[in-house]
């Protein structure tokens, strides 16, 4: 089984930077894309960015591109996503989550393990 743990939000005035983190424990942590989801009341969950086992292979929905980068750190069983230029419509909650199977995109995987989530708010 594994447990997913994300910390890093918090509050960040518009234009501003946040580094989310996504801690994975329980099995062998190489074997899984990870994605990045968030998901605001009222709306649907939105895939965010997702790395492959390798760390080579990403992907990010058109908003995030340019603005966010994923990485992971398998040997800490560790992935990130770096944030910049946050505007308001970031704001969200956000979850990383493990996918054992392939998918052409990664975003459209079939994610088994999901975290707690953390919070995002962009204000001023």
């Known amino acids: 089984q594994l447990q997913l743990v994300e910390s890093g939000g918090g509050l960040v005035q518009p234009g501003g930077s946040l580094r989310l983190s996504c801690a994975a424990s329980?099995?062998?942590?190489?074997?899984?894309?990870i994605g990045w989801f968030r998901q605001v009341p009222g709306k649907e969950s939105e895939g965010v960015s997702c790395?492959?086992?390798?760390?080579?292979?990403?992907n990010y929905t058109d908003s995030a591109k340019g603005r966010f980068t994923i990485f992971r750190d398998n040997a800490k069983n560790m992935v990130y996503l770096q944030m910049n230029s946050l505007n308001s419509e970031d704001t969200a909650v956000y979850y990383c989550?493990?996918?054992?199977?392939?998918?052409?995109?990664?975003?459209?995987?079939?994610?088994?393990?999901w975290g707690q989530g953390t919070q995002v708010t962009v204000s001023s």
């Open positions: 790395i492959r086992s390798s760390g080579v292979s990403t």
């Open positions: 989550a493990a996918d054992a199977t392939y998918a052409n995109n990664c975003l459209e995987g079939e994610y088994d393990y």
């Open positions: 329980g099995v062998t942590f190489n074997y899984y894309t």
